[in-house]
């Protein structure tokens, strides 16, 4: 950037320094490049039309009308223009999700559909222009060339393994595009391409048709493959799917469009594979919901602790009052708790520190309570009493007993404090509860 600002400056300052002569003739000479790129490109674009057109007219002849892309196009457009007047930002995930994007412990645990509906999810405007530019542009000579069938049923199979994938890698993100599915295309096309030069005709794509689809197809392909590591693995197993299906379906595409036959054989067994890595993949735990009601019931029973205190220093409650209120109260509402995180299964391992940091508030927590309690009994004062069959108690002896008891009672509940802190620590690492 810095050398072409400096060169700008330098061709400006040699300009002005020139006579009116000089400058007068070098704007024609300017002009005249310009007129002779603007003939170039002209004369190319002749050229590659007259090349093309016995190919796109044996393309027209094998299938008259594409139907699928425009229908593709159409439904991303519009369910994003829906988007666009429905509740919610564009760009946040819970907005996506309830729109019909990918999400692993929703589309895992029944809603399988997303890994469908997720194509047609478009998370911003560029992303959807850059997937339209590319699906329309490759669409349009795909569909005539393999037919309406073959066509939706590898843009689907693509989609789906990708979104599967995505699941498989990443199964707390948000998946949503129609990349996965239109590098899925490609593949297809390059394996159509492939068959074309071997068994050569009319619809073999010619190197001119490639070079027009060149442009559209590198920006298409770098915004993709560097948009995220998430995308970059879902886009490239679209491909590969592609070019699988595309070896297996178009063969003797030169000749005929591939049979239904072949083509319903083929998706039979992608679906298999496919319901077959589902079936791996079912049941993935969210935690957060439950990280949450832990975090709730961490200020609930402190809450209700304060407030038996508050009792207690009024006279309204014992200290043995208190600490029965610990065992039979708060304890058994973290112990029930600590069991319904325990039994959650399929526990992503993005969310593994999470689980680590309740179980530690758990174990601190539950210590903490007991020492507490244990604490809150022995500071109830003792009282001499006279026993027939011992000697009496003297008030020396009962004033020992008594600061003794009094002073295990404060380490007790010192001890019991310095657990909580750590426990509230252990659950401060746990962070702000963010249920889907």
């Known amino acids: 950037?810095?050398?072409?600002?400096?060169?700008?400056?330098?061709?400006?300052?040699?300009?002005?320094?020139?006579?009116?002569?000089?400058?007068?003739?070098?704007l024609q000479a300017v002009i005249g490049a310009i007129r002779q790129l603007q003939a170039a490109a002209t004369t190319a674009a002749t050229r590659s039309r007259s090349a093309c057109e016995p190919f796109r007219?044996?393309?027209?002849?094998?299938?008259?009308?594409?139907?699928?892309?425009?229908?593709?196009?159409a439904l991303n457009a519009m369910l994003f223009v829906a988007m666009l007047f429905g509740a919610g930002a564009l760009g946040d995930p819970a907005t996506l999700v309830g729109w019909g994007a990918s999400f692993g412990p929703r589309t895992t645990n029944g809603e399988w559909w997303r890994?469908?509906?997720?194509?047609?999810?478009?998370?911003?405007?560029?992303?959807?222009?850059?997937?339209?530019?590319?699906?329309?542009?490759?669409?349009?000579?795909?569909?005539?060339?393999?037919?309406?069938?073959?066509?939706?049923?590898?843009?689907l199979?693509?989609?789906?393994?990708?979104?599967?994938?995505?699941?498989?890698?990443?199964?707390?993100?948000?998946?949503?595009?129609?990349?996965?599915?239109?590098?899925?295309?490609?593949?297809?096309?390059?394996?159509?391409?492939?068959?074309?030069?071997?068994?050569?005709?009319?619809?073999?794509?010619?190197?001119a048709a490639v070079k027009s689809l060149a442009p559209a197809a590198v920006v298409f392909i770098l915004y993709n493959l560097t948009d995220d590591a998430i995308g970059s693995a879902a886009e490239l197993t679209g491909l590969v799917a592609g070019i699988v299906c595309g070896l297996v379906v178009a063969r003797g595409v030169s000749v005929s469009k591939p049979s239904a036959r072949?083509?319903?054989?083929?998706?039979?067994?992608?679906?298999?594979?496919?319901?077959?890595?589902?079936?791996?993949?079912?049941?993935?735990?969210?935690?957060?919901?439950?990280i949450g009601r832990v975090v709730a019931l961490e200020d609930?029973?402190?809450?209700?602790?304060?407030a038996a205190v508050e009792r207690f220093r009024n006279g309204r409650i014992t200290a043995a009052g208190l600490a029965e209120m610990i065992d039979h109260t708060i304890v058994p509402e973290l112990h029930a708790a600590d069991s319904r995180l325990k039994?959650?299964?399929?526990?992503?391992?993005?969310?593994?520190p999470l689980v680590a940091a309740a179980e530690d508030y758990f174990r601190l927590r539950f210590e903490s309570w007991r020492l507490r309690a244990e604490g809150l009994r022995r500071t109830d004062p003792l009282t001499p009493r006279a026993d027939p069959k011992r000697e009496p108690v003297s008030s020396e002896s009962w004033r020992l007993r008594a600061e003794a008891q009094h002073r295990a009672s404060m380490l007790t509940l010192g001890k019991a404090e310095g657990i909580e802190r750590e426990s509230l620590e252990a659950l401060h690492r746990i962070g702000p509860a963010d249920p889907k």
């Not at 599915?181 to 096309?189: E, P, Q, V």
């Not at 993949?281 to 957060?288: A, Q």
């Not at 039994?343 to 593994?352: I, Y």
Request: hydrophobic letters at 60%.
């Open 343 to 352: 039994a959650l299964d399929r526990v992503p391992h993005e969310q593994q």
């Open 115 to 155: 890994l469908v509906t997720s194509m047609f999810v478009q998370p911003g405007l560029l992303h959807l222009l850059v997937n339209v530019a590319g699906l329309v542009q490759i669409g349009l000579i795909l569909e005539r060339l393999v037919g309406r069938f073959t066509f939706a049923v590898v843009y």
């Open 1 to 26: 950037m810095l050398l072409i600002l400096f060169v700008s400056v330098v061709l400006g300052f040699a300009f002005f320094r020139m006579t009116p002569e000089e400058r007068a003739r070098v």
């Open 57 to 73: 007219d044996a393309l027209r002849a094998r299938t008259p009308w594409a139907v699928v892309t425009p229908a593709l196009v």
């Open 157 to 207: 199979t693509a989609g789906v393994f990708a979104s599967l994938v995505s699941l498989s890698i990443f199964p707390m993100a948000v998946s949503a595009g129609a990349s996965g599915a239109i590098f899925g295309l490609y593949g297809l096309l390059l394996a159509s391409s492939v068959w074309g030069l071997i068994h050569r005709s009319s619809v073999t794509i010619p190197l």
């Open 262 to 290: 072949r083509v319903g054989a083929t998706m039979a067994a992608a679906a298999a594979i496919a319901v077959a890595f589902a079936f791996v993949m079912r049941g993935v735990t969210d935690v957060r919901p439950e």
């Open 300 to 306: 609930r029973t402190a809450a209700a602790y304060r």
